[in-house]
């Protein structure tokens, strides 16, 4: 009888423990760590020329859009390029025009990893619009532009300038305020905005050069140049940081324990001796002829009744058999 309530408790106990580590183990692995998404690539661009002119032919009798984008390259997609003339066709009596002529003219993006870079470089330069074949908007020995955006980090954006530069013949000396005019009489007006750059929390620009231009040579009505032209342009974005997402839930079959009341909980935890105790048989009063393994009041007439049948039936037999005799 002990033994029996041994092991039952026993056996329940593994039972409930095994099904609770089982319950447990799938929301003991998906809390081990977030899942992480990775975020979008970032991106990278650069330019070493870009025009929005409005040239206008013949006192304004004809307009020509002159928009030239030179070494544009953009990045995943593209790394590099380093052509140094760019050219346009219709503006100079049906004959190619060249807006840009440069020793150096290299446009560079590259994303890698947790990185977007971008850069440009741009010497002994020479723009020209039309209007002015023999003379050029601007001169220049070397201008760089730069732009780094990294995730974690905070974007740079720089850009670098020569001392002094050549607007419409006349020797420039640049100015640390970041704006020079040049107004140059019978020939027209340029206004540079000179290194500009702009960074936000993911981002970055940088520009060598951007001039303004308003140029109507000797006033001749022959020809009138207006726009922008920007020289040496980078820009980038940073990839964007990995997003922690919340570790999925644990079906409700899996996370439920297998119920048990309080009582059965504390039973199955008992000390070994308390359990024997509890499955003792409760003490009998004192002078009850018990037998050891139990009995009650009863038990005397019980036991007599049963000689009493059992002699009766041995007389049965005995009388049946000396009557057969006869």
């Given at each position: 009888?002990?033994?029996?309530?041994?092991r039952?408790?026993a056996?329940?106990w593994?039972?409930?423990?095994?099904?609770?580590?089982?319950?447990a183990?799938?929301?003991?692995?998906?809390?081990?760590?977030?899942?992480?998404?990775?975020?979008?690539?970032g991106?990278?661009?650069a330019?070493?020329?870009?025009?929005?002119?409005?040239?206008?032919?013949?006192?304004?009798?004809?307009?020509?859009?002159?928009?030239?984008?030179?070494?544009?390259?953009?990045?995943?997609?593209s790394?590099?390029?380093?052509?140094?003339?760019?050219?346009?066709?219709?503006?100079?009596?049906?004959?190619?025009?060249?807006?840009?002529?440069?020793?150096?003219?290299d446009?560079?993006?590259?994303?890698?990893?947790?990185?977007?870079e971008?850069?440009?470089?741009?010497a002994?330069a020479?723009?020209?619009?039309?209007?002015?074949?023999?003379?050029?908007?601007?001169?220049?020995?070397k201008?760089?532009?730069k732009?780094?955006?990294?995730?974690g980090?905070?974007?740079?954006?720089?850009?670098t300038?020569?001392g002094?530069?050549?607007?419409?013949?006349?020797?420039?000396t640049?100015?640390?305020?970041?704006?020079?005019e040049?107004?140059v009489?019978?020939?027209?007006?340029?206004?540079?905005?000179?290194?500009?750059?702009?960074?936000?929390s993911?981002?970055?620009?940088?520009t060598a050069?951007?001039?303004?231009?308003?140029?109507?040579?000797?006033?001749?009505?022959?020809?009138?140049v207006?726009?922008?032209?920007?020289?040496?342009?980078?820009?980038c974005?940073?990839?964007?940081?990995?997003?922690e997402?919340?570790?999925?839930?644990?079906?409700?079959?899996?996370?439920a324990?297998?119920?048990?009341?309080?009582?059965?909980?504390?039973?199955?935890?008992q000390?070994?001796?308390a359990?024997?105790?509890?499955?003792?048989?409760?003490?009998q009063p004192a002078g009850a002829?018990?037998a050891?393994?139990?009995?009650?009041?009863?038990?005397?007439?019980?036991?007599g009744?049963?000689?009493?049948?059992?002699?009766?039936?041995?007389?049965?037999?005995?009388?049946?058999?000396?009557?057969?005799?006869?």
């Amino acid at each position: 009888m002990n033994s029996t309530n041994f092991r039952m408790p026993a056996r329940r106990w593994f039972a409930v423990a095994a099904a609770t580590v089982l319950a447990a183990g799938p929301a003991a692995l998906a809390g081990a760590g977030p899942a992480q998404a990775t975020g979008e690539h970032g991106s990278a661009s650069a330019a070493v020329l870009r025009t929005g002119l409005d040239v206008a032919l013949l006192d304004k009798s004809a307009n020509v859009p002159l928009t030239v984008t030179l070494n544009e390259v953009h990045a995943p997609q593209s790394a590099r390029k380093t052509l140094l003339t760019a050219d346009l066709e219709g503006v100079d009596k049906g004959r190619p025009f060249s807006v840009l002529r440069a020793e150096v003219a290299d446009a560079k993006a590259t994303v890698e990893g947790k990185r977007a870079e971008s850069s440009t470089t741009l010497a002994k330069a020479r723009v020209h619009v039309p209007g002015l074949p023999l003379l050029s908007l601007i001169e220049l020995e070397k201008v760089t532009s730069k732009a780094v955006c990294e995730t974690g980090r905070t974007p740079l954006a720089s850009a670098t300038l020569p001392g002094s530069v050549t607007v419409l013949g006349k020797r420039v000396t640049l100015t640390s305020d970041g704006t020079t005019e040049v107004t140059v009489p019978g020939v027209g007006e340029v206004r540079l905005d000179l290194s500009r750059t702009e960074t936000t929390s993911r981002t970055a620009a940088a520009t060598a050069l951007r001039l303004e231009v308003a140029v109507d040579p000797a006033k001749l009505n022959v020809t009138e140049v207006n726009g922008t032209v920007t020289l040496a342009e980078a820009k980038c974005e940073a990839p964007a940081a990995p997003v922690e997402q919340p570790a999925p839930a644990a079906p409700a079959e899996e996370q439920a324990a297998p119920a048990e009341s309080e009582e059965s909980r504390t039973a199955d935890v008992q000390p070994q001796g308390a359990r024997a105790e509890q499955a003792a048989p409760a003490e009998q009063p004192a002078g009850a002829d018990l037998a050891e393994t139990g009995g009650d009041s009863t038990t005397p007439y019980i036991a007599g009744a049963a000689v009493a049948l059992l002699a009766a039936g041995g007389a049965g037999v005995a009388l049946s058999r000396r009557g057969r005799r006869n």
